[in-house]
Nanobody, 119 residues
Framework: QVQLVESGGGLVQAGGSLRLSCVAA????????MGWYRQAPGKQRDMVAG???????NYADSVKGRFTISRDNAKNTVVLQMDSLKPEDTAVYYC?????????????WGQGTQVTVSS
């Protein structure tokens, strides 16, 4: 069983920064991709950023150039640095990880952390 623990959400003014962290516990060496999704009220959950165990990253077009994802494989941790935040970034942010020795992997989700950007 894998548990994801997120931290770092909060309230910030437009143009400010926040840093989200997520630790995956109980997974051993079978962690694969890690990343973040977000869900605004009344909207679907959308991918924000992801990273493979080899370090390849991908971003939603709406956050490219403003958000940076990084990970520490030794600590099973993924971090999302969010800069130049906009009110439209307001959402609950969910960490995920894909676990398994081989595909198909099982996806686990964190409990979510609220990010609110005021104008």
């Amino acid at each position: 069983q894998v548990q994801l623990v997120e931290s770092g959400g909060g309230l910030v003014q437009a143009g400010g920064s926040l840093r989200l962290s997520c630790v995956a516990a109980g997974s051993g060496r079978s962690i694969n991709a890690m990343g973040w999704y977000r869900q605004a009220p009344g909207k679907q959950r959308d991918m924000v950023a992801g990273t493979t165990s080899g370090g390849t990253t991908n971003y939603a077009d709406s956050v490219k150039g403003r958000f940076t994802i990084s990970r520490d494989n030794a600590k099973n941790t993924v971090v999302l640095q969010m800069d130049s935040l906009k009110p439209e970034d307001t959402a609950v942010y969910y960490c995920y990880t894909d676990v398994g020795l081989r595909p198909p992997y099982r996806r686990y989700w964190g409990q979510g952390t609220q990010v609110t950007v005021s104008s």
